[in-house]
């Protein structure tokens, strides 16, 4: 009999285990949690938003400081482990900063969605913002290379990564310098714990919906 139970645990763990989706977030230090304390990071904060919704999955850190488009398209490979179901896909910050060509980096992110699907992953694209002091041109070009691929590929699209603390802006909350003030950190560039909590909180829905067409497949 004890043999029976034994075996019966280990059937229900192992069910268990099969249906939490596991999900790579590739990005840079927006993902790996610049300046933050280990917990207050978006990876741990969206971890918690998932658990506390009862969203059977593993968020995978993936993200690497300074990364860019090309840096994650590199590593792509060795991310999509056989364990990873889906991806989350959150680059071009630095892309944008360094001034560097938006052709260049739609043709890395390309390169990412291909080998995701390839490996039979699904995407969730995040998109960002591009300054305004390349120029109309150069803020329009990069932009727009995220709803792009995201059709092109079929993944999930959510169309920039702040969009929570934008929210603040549009609601009346605060202009944005007060938004910077409040919800980044010193440098002006990367989120503190509390503006990313406002972006878990926004984004947190998507990844949940990319965890359920993950459990699909």
Not at 67 to 90: F, K, S
Not at 93 to 112: E, H, K, T, V
Not at 195 to 206: C, K, M, T
Request: aromatic share 8%.
């Amino acid at each position: 009999m004890r043999k029976v139970l034994i075996c019966f645990a280990f059937v229900l763990g192992s069910k268990a285990y099969a249906e939490e989706v596991v999900i790579a977030a590739l990005g840079d230090s927006l993902t790996q949690g610049y300046g933050l304390a280990p917990e207050e990071g978006f990876v741990p904060q969206l971890q918690s938003w998932l658990d506390a919704k009862g969203v059977e999955a593993k968020i995978v850190n993936a993200g690497v400081s300074g990364d860019t488009t090309a840096g994650g398209l590199a590593r792509v490979d060795w991310t999509l482990t056989p364990e990873v179901d889906a991806m989350i896909v959150t680059l071009g910050g630095n892309d944008m900063l360094r001034g560097l060509d938006p052709a260049q980096a739609q043709s890395n992110i390309d390169g990412i969605l291909a080998a995701a699907k390839q490996a039979e992953v699904e995407v969730l694209l995040v998109g960002m913002s591009a300054p305004g002091n390349y120029g109309a041109g150069y803020k329009t070009e990069f932009e727009a290379l995220y709803p792009t691929l995201a059709k092109q590929y079929d993944t999930l699209f959510y169309a920039d990564f702040f969009t929570g603390l934008l929210a603040e802006e549009h609601n009346g909350a605060s202009e944005r310098s007060e938004t910077i003030r409040r919800y980044f950190q010193g440098d002006g560039i990367h989120p503190n714990a509390e503006g990313v909590a406002l972006i878990v909180q926004d984004i947190g829905p998507a990844v949940a919906e990319l965890a359920a067409q993950a459990t699909q497949d």
